[in-house]
Structure formats: C-alpha cells, structure tokens
C-alpha cells in the first residue's frame, strides 16, 4: 500500500464548476499537507499549505485536512481554464521528506 | 510565496560531457534543499536531500558518484550530472525548504531544468 493514494483522474469540468480533489494517507505522523499545482513542462508551485487537522482558505481554494479518517482535500471553486493541471498532494512530518500522491490531472473547459 | 530560481532551465549535451545545474532560494534561507527528477507523465522522484555545509543524502538507487551534490551556502545548491548519457536526459527539479515555526514548514521549487543528452 502507497502512503500516500491520490485518483490520477483525468477530471474534466466545464468552467465555473467547484472541483473536489482527494488523497488518503496511511502514516499517522504526517503533520504537514501541501497542495501543489503542477503545468506542463513546470516546477511544481505551492498552493496550499496546512499544519494539523482543519481547514484552510485562500481565494477560490479551500484545503481539508481531517486526520483521524486520514484524509486530505483540496476544493476549487469557480474554477477556471487556467486552472487546469496536474495537482498533487504532499504531506510530510517535521523535518520530512515529501510524499507525492500520483497526481490528479484536471482539465477546465470553457 | 518564496522564490527559487534554477540555471539553465534546459540544456543539449553530448555524451560524455558533465553538466551543472544550479538552484538558488531568492528570498529566504534553506538549510535544506532537495533534487528531484521526473519523466514525462510521471510524478516527481526524489534523488537526494542536500543540508548546507554537509554531505548530501541520496536515495536508493542514485549514484553519489554520478549526481555530484553540494550545498556550499545557505542559498546555493548544485547538481552535477557527471559523463552524462542519454539515459540521464530529464527533467530535473530542485525545491529549498523554508521553516520558520513548528506551524510553517514547507517547500518552494524551481521551475525545473530540461536535460538532453546526445
């Protein structure tokens, strides 16, 4: 079993949909929970960052984390064209490496 | 958010030949700084960890001897790729971690460089 599990999707939406991605993991000492939004051909940015359990808001995205089911959201509302890539979630425990999920690709269609 | 810049962002060489990638954190310190590597379609692996000032880590399966690490100040990693072959084109991503609390810790990457070798 992976630590961490993501859906590779493809996920295709139509423009201004709300967008729900989803990981699972099963090391209980991750802290730390990245969102990372990846473009073709691009470095990885940082969407999202969380310490702990809760949520998290900036703009039009939302990051979940709960950890006693062990799993991790990323919400996007209104979601735009521009917003279509590869996302992947990354949590990590203090001091840690990152551990990738597969990455969910998502296409945005006007 | 912080800023890492990476140089070159791609680079064609021939077999043979030794190849310098340079990573650096714009705004912050990173005592840490890592070195990824990813195929197309795939997700993002790790080769090594780099801590300033001290030998790198690198995961199983990567030759020290040919991805040549060092991590000389708190702003600075490289990576050598040493008598590369065609088999080492990729792409290559670093990231600089930044910790300022036990509720901040996180990492910022580069926007990666395209190898080819010939």
């Known amino acids: 079993q992976k630590e961490v599990e993501q859906d590779p999707g493809p996920l295709s939406v139509p423009e201004g949909a709300i967008v729900s991605l989803n990981c699972t993991y099963s090391n209980s000492a991750f802290q730390y929970f990245m969102w990372y939004r990846q473009y073709s051909r691009k470095g990885p940015e940082l969407l999202m960052y969380?310490?702990?359990?809760g949520n998290k808001e900036d703009g039009r995205f939302t990051a979940q984390v709960d950890k006693s089911s062990k799993y991790i959201s990323l919400f996007i509302r209104d979601s735009q064209p521009s917003d279509s890539a590869t996302y992947l979630c990354a949590p990590h425990t203090s001091y840690g490496k990152l551990t990738f999920g597969q990455g969910t690709i998502l296409t945005v269609h006007p | 958010g912080a800023v890492v810049s990476q140089h070159p962002s791609w680079v064609i060489c021939k077999s043979g030949t030794s190849v310098k990638i340079e990573c650096r954190s714009l705004?912050?310190?990173?005592?840490?700084m890592f070195w990824y590597r990813q195929f197309p379609k795939q997700s993002l692996m790790l080769m090594a960890t780099s801590n300033e000032g001290s030998k790198a880590t690198y995961e199983q399966g990567v030759e020290k001897d040919k991805f040549l690490i060092n991590h000389a100040s708190l702003t600075l990693s490289t990576l050598t790729v040493t008598s590369a072959h065609p088999e080492d084109s990729s792409f290559y991503i670093c990231?600089?971690?930044?910790?300022?609390?036990?509720?901040?810790?996180?990492?910022?990457f580069g926007p990666g460089t395209r190898l080819t070798v010939l």
């Open positions: 705004d912050f310190q990173a005592t840490t």
């Open positions: 990231s600089a971690r930044e910790y300022s609390g036990r509720d901040t810790d996180t990492q910022y």
């Open positions: 969380t310490y702990s359990s």
